[in-house]
Nanobody, 120 residues
Framework: QVQLTESGGDVVQAGASLRLTCDFS?????VGWFRQAPGKEREFVAA????????YYADSVKGRFTISRDTAKNSVYLQLNSLQPEDTAIYYC????????????????WGQGTQVTVSS
């Protein structure tokens, strides 16, 4: 059983930055970030593959968000820059050992989420 805890969500204005943190209990998993906006389905945001260090991003956040990992702390970070109102959502981190990291159904373990609200 992998335990994950997100933190760092906040209410910010458009153009601001935030750093989300995902603390997790097992090191050897790929960790992904997903988000769910009000009235929408949960969508893939970014992932960091444990075995290779490769990173993956949704097109909508590429160039604005950066995922990174601190193996000493069992933490994965999501740096959110140039935030826009459409980035408002609950952000979840999750763990998987699957090859396809953008598929929500491949993730067996999930955190409770952290709210990011961006005002215009």
């Amino acid at each position: 059983q992998v335990q994950l805890t997100e933190s760092g969500g906040d209410v910010v204005q458009a153009g601001a930055s935030l750093r989300l943190t995902c603390d997790f209990s097992e090191q050897s998993y790929t960790v992904g970030w997903f988000r769910q906006a009000p009235g929408k389905e949960r969508e893939f945001v970014a992932a960091h593959r444990f075995s290779t260090g490769a990173t993956y991003y949704a097109d909508s956040v590429k160039g604005r968000f950066t995922i990174s990992r601190d193996t000493a702390k069992n933490s994965v970070y999501l740096q959110l820059n140039s935030l826009q109102p459409e980035d408002t959502a609950i952000y979840y981190c999750a763990a998987t050992r699957a090859f396809i990291v953008s598929r929500e159904s491949n993730y067996a373990y999930w955190g409770q989420g952290t709210q990011v609200t961006v005002s215009s």
